[in-house]
């Protein structure tokens, strides 16, 4: 039940960052240790968002759901579609 919750909110999410960020956008799924998975989302203007689930199989229910969402992997395409700018860089850097 918790994890239909997180899969709902992440739904909402993800769907709010497509329709702030342009369609179609991209969906990167990574694992994050045993306990969790993280959806790396790069709009169509090139701003990056994420999402972090408590699986992969939550992970590609959230893709399945959001209209405009397409999953990728990091390949040169969707590296090039990323535009990081300087206050992303700062606060990468821990500024």
Same mark, same amino acid.
């Given at each position: 039940? #918790?994890?239909? !919750? !997180?899969?709902? +909110? #992440?739904?909402?999410?993800?769907? *709010?960052? @497509?329709? #702030?960020?342009?369609?179609?956008? +991209?969906?990167? @799924?990574?694992?994050?240790?045993?306990?969790?998975?993280?959806?790396?989302?790069? &709009?169509?203007?090139?701003?990056?968002?994420?999402?972090?689930?408590?699986?992969?199989?939550?992970? *590609?229910?959230?893709?399945? =759901? @959001?209209?405009?969402?397409?999953?990728? *992997?990091?390949?040169?395409?969707?590296?090039? #579609? @990323? !535009?990081? &700018?300087? =206050?992303? +860089? +700062?606060?990468?850097?821990?500024?």
């Amino acid at each position: 039940m #918790a994890e239909d !919750k !997180k899969v709902g +909110r #992440a739904v909402k999410t993800a769907s *709010e960052f @497509v329709a #702030a960020h342009g369609k179609p956008a +991209r969906a990167v @799924v990574e694992n994050v240790g045993r306990t969790s998975a993280r959806i790396v989302l790069v &709009g169509d203007d090139g701003a990056m968002g994420d999402v972090v689930l408590p699986d992969v199989a939550s992970a *590609e229910a959230v893709i399945e =759901a @959001v209209p405009d969402l397409d999953r990728h *992997e990091w390949d040169r395409e969707t590296t090039d #579609a @990323v !535009k990081i &700018g300087p =206050a992303h +860089r +700062r606060r990468m850097a821990g500024r």
